[in-house]
């Protein structure tokens, strides 16, 4: 009879307990530790922002009103989708209900322990379990040690917001704050407001707050201005060059004063709780070493679920952690570890060659369908659905080309490769 291994993992969103319920399949325990009282991750809307009761840092960045930028038929899981609504794109309570369902229909609820903070993760030499875990039970206040054979990183990379070092920043006698801590367009009533950062919560952000400010300007580097029709009083520059004591100078060297400066400039990946010993670092938002973006080079009984962006994230989650159990559960035999780095660097190297930044080593975008088909003949599995990957490209196409309207579009899946509009 082969042993039962146990497994760590750290975070209750989305991915969490989509690694719960394959780890149970495989025969495996698993212990997941969430540092909120509800599972559910970033889906978790709360009023506060800064630090909770406990002083951690708020891990949401949810906000009042979001609904979905992608399709609900691109968001769920492969064999367990979104239930149907009529509307494609759904409100984010709706999704955390949906993650709940998930974890109370596979009976994931009672390996979640709530209000449980992970301190320290690292390797043991020479123990029979090879990884220690240091966890702070907040209610009691209490450090326990824990032992376990493998660890799954899934504490997701929106909760550690990135701002940008722009000159003369201390100057700005207005408000400054990061879209993470961005709750409600109505406390922007009456200002007059810049939004640095044009992405998919940018652009939206900008949007709703254009409907209560007086003014709002958003500030992005895209080479061409975005074909929606804004409203009358949110209008397009360039990126900033410096701030002023009421305002700002842009590249192109115009200048204007506003009230609120609010940088929609996207987030950090961070893991404080990885000893040195993890073998991992994390430059410009590059994570590495890791095989198929995913296992650890340096130690491959650890990895890391949802590092991918531009994705079909639950569904990917779910692939992820299938490749990974393949080789736990010694299916088939992972791979030596000069082999994983080769693979690594070839695939690095040709995106270099392709032009991505280092801050993009894991965008995927158009190129997610090959992603998820690298995954599947790597580890012999059934490949996400090709019509995943195609719905998610057309419905981003839409965001840029009509942000005012595309969310009135609604989909259905007609078969493993193609989909309708309805």
């Known amino acids: 009879m082969s042993p039962k291994y146990s497994y760590c993992v750290i975070g209750a969103g989305t991915a969490g307990i989509a690694a ?115 966890v702070k039970n907040l209610p009691q206040h209490k450090v326990e040690i824990h032992f376990f054979d493998y660890v799954l990183v899934c504490n997701g990379h929106y909760h550690t917001p990135m701002v940008p070092s722009i000159p003369n920043s201390e100057r700005f006698k207005g408000k400054q704050l990061h879209s993470h801590d961005y709750r409600s367009a109505e406390h922007f009533k009456d200002e007059s407001v810049l939004v640095i950062g044009a992405g998919p919560s940018g652009m939206d952000i900008a949007l709703e707050i254009s409907k209560h400010a007086n003014q709002v300007t958003l500030s992005h580097h895209s080479p061409e201005p975005f074909k929606t029709v804004f409203p009358a009083n949110l209008t397009e520059k360039p990126d900033v060059k410096e701030l002023t004591h009421s305002g700002v100078v842009f590249v192109d060297d115009t200048r204007n004063d506003y009230s609120i400066i609010l940088y929609c400039t996207g987030y950090r990946y961070s893991f404080p709780f990885l000893s040195p010993a993890c073998g991992i670092t994390v430059e410009d938002n590059y994570v590495q070493p890791l095989y198929k973006h995913c296992i650890n080079i340096a130690e491959p009984t650890m ?58 080593a894991h965008m995927m975008g158009p190129a997610q369908g090959d992603y998820y088909e690298d995954l599947a003949k790597t580890a012999g599995l059934v490949p996400i659905k090709p019509v995943m990957a195609a719905l998610h490209t057309e419905s981003s196409r839409r965001f840029n080309d009509d942000l005012l309207n595309f969310r009135n579009d609604v989909f259905r899946i007609v078969d493993d490769y193609s989909f309708e509009e309805v």
């Open 303 to 360: 990895a890391f679920i949802g590092i991918p962006f531009y994705v079909c994230a639950a569904q990917m989650f779910d692939l992820q952690i299938r490749f990974c159990l393949q080789f736990y559960t010694g299916r088939i035999g992972l791979p030596k570890k000069e082999e994983m780095r080769a693979d690594e660097r070839e695939q690095m190297e040709h995106r270099w060659w392709l032009g991505y930044k280092k801050r993009q």
């Open 20 to 134: 719960a319920r394959r780890i149970v399949e495989a025969g495996g325990e698993v212990t997941i530790f969430e540092q909120t009282d509800r599972l559910g991750g970033t889906w978790n809307y709360t009023d506060a922002v800064g630090k909770d009761k406990y002083g951690l840092p708020i891990h949401t960045s949810m906000y009042q009103g979001l609904r979905t930028n992608l399709p609900k038929e691109v968001m769920g899981f492969p064999d367990f989708p979104i239930p149907r609504q009529k509307a494609s794109y759904i409100p984010a309570e709706d999704i955390l209900n949906f993650v709940e369902l998930y974890a109370s229909t596979f009976e994931l609820i009672g390996l979640v322990k709530l209000e449980h903070h992970v301190i320290f993760v690292e390797p043991v030499d020479g123990g029979p379990k090879k990884w220690k875990v240091a």
